[in-house]
């Protein structure tokens, strides 16, 4: 409206000029080229800007030593691909220890002595799916075979085994009404969250980043609280 007013005001200063003409020539200067929004020079600077960016090569920061067995990345020199593979064994090794800790071994069991039952072949996914917090272990295909019995294992193993009844379960409930140890499950459960991150650091450093399903379920089950 501003610009519009000047042209009008500036036609009457000038005989044989149009408002229409002042108009036209305070477009091209300062409002978008063929249309009468505001802002054209910021908005052909951006485009300038964005073909600087596609044909401007952005400098390098990663290098690669000649045999290829070591990288340096910025400040940081010869990350050494060894020492990564070291890395990575070790955070397996860590993360399976938490697993057994997870699965409520008792100290003469192993994780062979499990009655786990898991077909890999069989679990199935659906792409398509969007809903929030969802993820293939809620497939009704692995809940009927795959993944049968899944959300009542640990409840069954723990009523099932008195050692583990006297930990989660408070001593003098157990006889009447039996009643969970707070404590203890909330201690359990902070090893479950220990255990997934861990597991989300070695998808990350062995097959890239993380599936956007695994980053759904993390949501679904925290929110957005990732720290």
């Given at each position: 409206m501003l610009v519009i007013q000047k042209a009008v005001v500036g036609a009457r200063d000038v005989e044989g000029i149009q408002p229409a003409d002042?108009?036209?020539?305070m477009r091209m200067r300062f409002?978008?080229?063929?249309?009468?929004?505001p802002f054209s020079w910021a908005s052909q600077l951006r485009v300038y800007g964005k073909k600087v960016l596609d044909s401007t090569t952005?400098?390098?920061y990663?290098?690669?030593s000649d045999d290829g067995l070591s990288?340096?990345?910025k400040g940081v020199r010869h990350l050494d691909m060894s020492a990564l593979r070291d890395f990575v064994r070790d955070q397996l090794e860590k993360a399976q220890a938490q697993l057994e800790k997870l699965l409520l071994l008792h100290p003469q069991e192993t994780r062979e002595d499990l009655d786990?039952?898991?077909?890999m072949h069989r679990v199935v996914d659906d792409p398509t799916e969007n809903q929030k917090g969802w993820s293939f272990l809620r497939h009704p295909q692995n809940l009927q075979?795959?993944?049968l019995d899944r959300e009542m294992w640990l409840l069954k193993r723990i009523l099932?085994?008195?050692?583990?009844?006297?930990?989660?379960?408070?001593?003098e409930s157990i006889v009447t009404e039996p009643t969970w140890n707070q404590k203890v499950c909330q201690d359990y459960l902070v090893l479950v969250d220990a255990f997934l991150e861990r597991l989300l650091l070695l998808i990350h450093l062995t097959a890239g980043q993380p599936s956007k399903r695994l980053h759904r379920w993390w949501y679904g089950q925290h929110g957005d609280d990732l720290s």
């Amino acid at each position: 409206m501003l610009v519009i007013q000047k042209a009008v005001v500036g036609a009457r200063d000038v005989e044989g000029i149009q408002p229409a003409d002042l108009l036209d020539e305070m477009r091209m200067r300062f409002l978008i080229s063929g249309v009468r929004s505001p802002f054209s020079w910021a908005s052909q600077l951006r485009v300038y800007g964005k073909k600087v960016l596609d044909s401007t090569t952005c400098l390098g920061y990663i290098s690669w030593s000649d045999d290829g067995l070591s990288v340096s990345y910025k400040g940081v020199r010869h990350l050494d691909m060894s020492a990564l593979r070291d890395f990575v064994r070790d955070q397996l090794e860590k993360a399976q220890a938490q697993l057994e800790k997870l699965l409520l071994l008792h100290p003469q069991e192993t994780r062979e002595d499990l009655d786990i039952r898991f077909w890999m072949h069989r679990v199935v996914d659906d792409p398509t799916e969007n809903q929030k917090g969802w993820s293939f272990l809620r497939h009704p295909q692995n809940l009927q075979s795959a993944l049968l019995d899944r959300e009542m294992w640990l409840l069954k193993r723990i009523l099932e085994s008195p050692w583990l009844q006297e930990e989660f379960i408070r001593r003098e409930s157990i006889v009447t009404e039996p009643t969970w140890n707070q404590k203890v499950c909330q201690d359990y459960l902070v090893l479950v969250d220990a255990f997934l991150e861990r597991l989300l650091l070695l998808i990350h450093l062995t097959a890239g980043q993380p599936s956007k399903r695994l980053h759904r379920w993390w949501y679904g089950q925290h929110g957005d609280d990732l720290s």
